[in-house]
T-cell receptor
Framework: KAGVTQTPRYLIKTRGQQVTLSCSPISGHRSVSWYQQTPGQGLQFLFEYFSETQRNKGNFPGRFSGRQFSNSRSEMNVSTLELGDSALYLC????????????????FGQGTRLTVV | AQSVAQPEDQVNVAEGNPLTVKCTYSVSGNPYLFWYVQYPNRGLQFLLKYITGDNLVKGSYGFEAEFNKSQTSFHLKKPSALVSDSALYFCAVRDPGGATNKLIFGTGTLLAVQP
C-alpha cells in the first residue's frame, strides 16, 4: 500500500514568488492536514481538509492557502514568499469515519523542503 | 489550551540500555496521545497511540509508552536501545475541539544512542 506522497521533495524559490505543493494521501484516506516544520517554531498546524472542505485552520497569514480535490489529493499554495517561509512542509492523511477521528493516527509524507532566497 | 511538553531537548543513552523519552500533556477532556519518530530529512513515522484502556501501550520497533493520568504524562520507553533508534521523537495530542484531525506537537527530543 503506497504511503503519503508529496511532490516536489525540494524547492528553491525567490522572495515574492509563489509556490504550490502537492500531496497525495493514502488510498481511502479522506482527511489531509498540512504542517510547517522549522527549527525555531517546531511543528505547526496549517490546515486540514476533509471531503474538499477546509475543516480547520492554523494561525498563519492569508498568504497560505490550500484545497482538496474530489480524489482527496491536496495542494497548498504560498503566495508572496518571504524568507521566513523556508521550512519543511509536511502533509498527513488519516482514514476518518465520523467521530472515530479522535483515535485515528495520521500518516505523514516525507515532506517538501522549501528554501526561499 | 491544549499543549504537550517534552522537557528534554536531547537524551543520550548507551546501546543496550533502557531508554525513556518524557512527555507531559495538558488537555481538557480525554487525552488522545501519540508518539512519532523523525529520521533526518524524512517525514514523521507513527509509533504508537493511547486512546483508552491499558496504561501501557505497545507500538512499533519495540517501543512502548506508559500513560499516567495523575501525572499527566505519556513517556516513551524501550527496554534495550539500538543505535538505529537515534532520531527525533515527537509527542502529540489530538486537539479535542470538534471533529478535527489537528495534532498539537511537543518540541521534540533528540535521542542519541551511543554504540
Amino acid at each position: 500500500k503506497a504511503g503519503v506522497t508529496q511532490t516536489p521533495r525540494y524547492l528553491i524559490k525567490t522572495r515574492g514568488q509563489q509556490v504550490t505543493l502537492s500531496c497525495s494521501p493514502i488510498s481511502g484516506h479522506r482527511s489531509v492536514s498540512w504542517y510547517q516544520q522549522t527549527p525555531g517554531q517546531g511543528l505547526q498546524f496549517l490546515f486540514e481538509y476533509f471531503s474538499e472542505t477546509q475543516r480547520n485552520k492554523g494561525n498563519f497569514p492569508g498568504r497560505f492557502s490550500g484545497r482538496q480535490f474530489s480524489n482527496s489529493r491536496s495542494e497548498m499554495n504560498v503566495s508572496t514568499l518571504e524568507l521566513g517561509d523556508s521550512a519543511l512542509y509536511l502533509c498527513a492523511s488519516s482514514k476518518v469515519t465520523g467521530q472515530a477521528i479522535m483515535n485515528t493516527e495520521a500518516f505523514f509524507g516525507q515532506g517538501t523542503r522549501l528554501t526561499v532566497v | 489550551a491544549q499543549s504537550v511538553a517534552q522537557p528534554e531537548d536531547q537524551v543520550n543513552v548507551a546501546e543496550g540500555n533502557p531508554l525513556t523519552v518524557k512527555c507531559t500533556y495538558s488537555v481538557s477532556g480525554n487525552p488522545y496521545l501519540f508518539w512519532y519518530v523523525q529520521y533526518p530529512n524524512r517525514g514523521l513515522q507513527f509509533l504508537l497511540k493511547y486512546i483508552t484502556g491499558d496504561n501501557l501501550v505497545k507500538g512499533s520497533y519495540g517501543f512502548e509508552a506508559e500513560f499516567n493520568k495523575s501525572q499527566t504524562s505519556f513517556h516513551l520507553k524501550k527496554p534495550s536501545a539500538l543505535v538505529s533508534d537515534s532520531a527525533l521523537y515527537f509527542c502529540a495530542v489530538r486537539d479535542p475541539g470538534g471533529a478535527t484531525n489537528k495534532l498539537i506537537f511537543g518540541t521534540g527530543t533528540l535521542l542519541a544512542v551511543q554504540p
